[in-house]
């Protein structure tokens, strides 16, 4: 499963930015799919997923100012971000998986990840 993540960019604190994640794997939307970053010089950590049933999870710094939502006919998932902040600032990765709900947040859950997208909020 190949895995195309796009949407990054610069944008000013306060500001919106929406992530995309495609993938043209027909079983796609079978797939829970996750959004996760690194920021420079820290660990990779865990945003949000969105399950195969469109069930989310979001980790508590980003409740209230992201969303994420799929499209399956689209082969989409996309992570709205709003009132971003400077420490958003990081390479986001979307991947892909089909962990129970209580194994989400773990990045070794995911089988496939997408190439990361660069977003970088100023302050």
């Known amino acids: 499963v190949q895995l195309q993540a796009s949407g990054g960019g610069l944008v000013q604190a306060g500001g919106s930015l929406r992530l995309s994640c495609t993938s043209s794997e027909r079983t796609f939307s079978r797939y829970s799919t996750a959004w996760f970053r690194q920021a420079p010089g820290k660990e990779r950590e865990f945003v949000a997923a969105?399950?195969?049933?469109?069930?989310?999870l979001y980790e508590d710094f980003v409740k209230g100012r992201f969303t994420i939502s799929r499209d399956n006919a689209k082969n989409l998932v996309y992570l709205q971000m709003n009132s971003l902040k400077p420490e958003d600032t990081a390479v986001y990765y979307c991947a892909v998986g089909r962990p129970i709900t209580s194994a989400l947040r773990p990045d070794t859950s995911y089988y496939y990840w997408g190439q990361g997208t660069l977003v970088t909020v100023s302050s």
């Open positions: 969105v399950k195969w049933d469109s069930s989310t």
